[in-house]
T-cell receptor, first 117, second 113 residues
Framework: DGGITQSPKYLFRKEGQNVTLSCEQN?????MYWYRQDPGQGLRLIYY???????QKGDIAEGYSVSREKKESFPLTVTSAQKNPTAFYLC????????????????FGDGTRLSIL | GQQLNQSPQSMFIQEGEDVSMNCTSS?????WLWYKQDPGEGPVLLIA?????ELTSNGRLTAQFGITRKDSFLNISASIPSDVGIYFC?????????????FGQGTRLTINP
């Protein structure tokens, strides 16, 4: 089945440690996104990528880094500079602006819950 | 920045009742999306709206793209227990040459059997 796979489902970070969240999609989507969700709030955009080897900062990029070496993969690293990393992280993908089918909805993975030890 | 005001924040209803929620903004959007999120899972797309005034149904769900392009509503008829969850609206607009999705804060729906 086509879809978006996030791993792990739960992740624990120690102080001063970098952790990487995985996101893989087999939908052949050009665009991929990372969001952060805090309790009782909507989703906030961390980073997005419209095409391989290109990515842009979202609204809350500080303390995070990404890479887009393959179309299918868009890993997110939560660095030690992110002082409040405890949240639910959601990855999404869409056909993206560059596609003739632009303006298509984003589809989400099942999320990774990150907590601090 | 762009903001969406989603209301109500929470709803407590009896099974079988109809539900209505809406999102408003001062910004103009070119697409409205409605998602449902179950605990510990990612949002699932319910309805996508692409034209001002568009009214779209998906089973018991009906959503409309406001004529001013600044608002949208979602109605659920004859609610059932599996409708429980958090509903998010999302509006898409073009910012600095890229499509950006802005999310509402969510409406938490609880159903009393």
């Amino acid at each position: 089945d086509g879809g978006i796979t996030q791993s792990p489902k739960y992740l624990f970070r120690k102080e001063g440690q970098n952790v990487t969240l995985s996101c893989e999609q087999n939908l052949n989507h050009d665009a991929m996104y990372w969001y952060r969700q805090d309790p009782g709030q909507g989703l906030r955009l961390i980073y997005y990528s419209q095409i391989v080897n290109d990515f842009q900062k979202g609204d809350i990029a500080e303390g995070y880094s990404v890479s887009r070496e393959k179309k299918e993969s868009f890993p997110l690293t939560v660095t030690s500079a992110q002082k409040n990393p405890t949240a639910f992280y959601l990855c999404a993908s869409s056909m993206g602006d560059r596609s003739p089918y632009g303006n298509q909805p984003q589809h989400f993975g099942d999320g990774t819950r990150l907590s601090i030890l | 920045g762009q903001q969406l005001n989603q209301s109500p924040q929470s709803m407590f209803i009896q099974e079988g009742e109809d539900v209505s929620m809406n999102c408003t903004s001062s910004s103009i959007f070119n697409t409205w999306l409605w998602y449902k999120q179950d605990p510990g899972e990612g949002p699932v797309l319910l309805i996508a709206l692409y034209k001002a005034g568009e009214l779209t149904s998906n089973g018991r769900l009906t959503a409309q793209f406001g004529i001013t392009r600044k608002d949208s509503f979602l109605n659920i008829s004859a609610s059932i227990p599996s409708d429980v969850g958090i509903y998010f609206c999302a509006g898409r607009l073009r910012v600095q040459g890229a499509q950006k999705l802005v999310f509402g804060q969510g409406t938490r729906l609880t159903i009393n059997p």
